[in-house]
């Protein structure tokens, strides 16, 4: 699975969109781009995933772009209850294997 | 409401014991994984299992035991053989190989080895 780089940490203000990127330089053609989140001393809950195109859910925004090499997750309203550690994670159709680096502390501040 | 059992929350047990930890999922999930997590980390691979009676090692699966007996259980035992057991552990399922399937992860058990 390719390797994906996030910065160590990032700060937002409430109400406001938190926006978090995420490197995957070396992402193959057959290989999704999946977001996770962790709040303190739970398990990872999935946030949105994609191979090509940009998507979005209830949750979040998720925007690659066109060379694959990038991408951003877009929280639109940040709220308190999203201060998460932010993973970003790709993985092959068929693999089993999700590999978690150490993610995005994301803090929002009111 | 469908999910992800893992019990206990906390647990606490002394050096050279073996401890079981569980994880029960009603998700009808084929596959299965376990987890470690250390302080300011990420999560790294045990051991996980594509279908009942069949199971792979992962990243660091020295020190560690699985079976999948049933398709909503996969316990996990960390052996006296495990140098640095104290971790959190987090158990996690989905649909097996489509791409396209997420992970789904229990609360966690936090173990500490005294």
């Known amino acids: 699975d390719a390797k994906t780089t996030q910065p160590p940490s990032m700060d937002c203000a409430e109400g406001r969109a938190a926006n978090l990127p995420c490197n995957h330089s070396?992402?193959?053609?057959?290989?999704?781009v999946y977001w996770y989140r962790q709040i303190h001393s739970q398990g990872p809950q999935y946030i949105i995933h994609?191979?090509?195109n940009n998507e979005t859910n209830e949750m979040a925004s998720l925007i690659i772009t066109e060379d694959r090499k990038s991408s951003t997750l877009i929280l639109p309203h940040a709220t308190l209850r999203d201060t998460a550690v932010y993973y970003c994670?790709?993985?092959?159709?068929?693999?089993?294997?999700?590999?978690f680096g150490q993610g995005t502390r994301l803090t929002i501040n009111p | 409401d469908g999910g992800i059992t893992q019990s206990p929350k906390y647990l606490f047990r002394k050096e050279g014991q073996n401890v079981t930890l569980s994880c029960e999922q009603n998700?009808?999930?084929?596959?299965m994984y376990w987890y470690r997590q250390d302080p300011g980390q990420g999560l790294r691979l045990i051991y996980y299992?594509?279908?009942?009676?069949?199971?792979q090692k992962g990243d660091i699966a020295e020190g560690y035991s699985v079976s999948r007996e049933k398709k909503e259980s996969f316990p996990l035992t960390v052996t006296s053989a495990q140098k640095n057991p104290t971790a959190f552990y987090l158990c996690?399922?989905?649909?097996?190989?489509?791409?396209?399937?997420?992970?789904?992860f229990g609360n966690g058990t936090r173990l500490t080895v005294t």
């Open positions: 994670i790709v993985r092959a159709q068929g693999a089993q294997k999700l590999v």
């Open positions: 070396t992402i193959s053609g057959n290989e999704y």
């Open positions: 994609g191979l090509k």
């Open positions: 998700l009808n999930h084929d596959a």
């Open positions: 299992s594509q279908i009942v009676n069949d199971f």
């Open positions: 996690a399922s989905n649909g097996g190989g489509r791409a396209y399937s997420p992970l789904h």
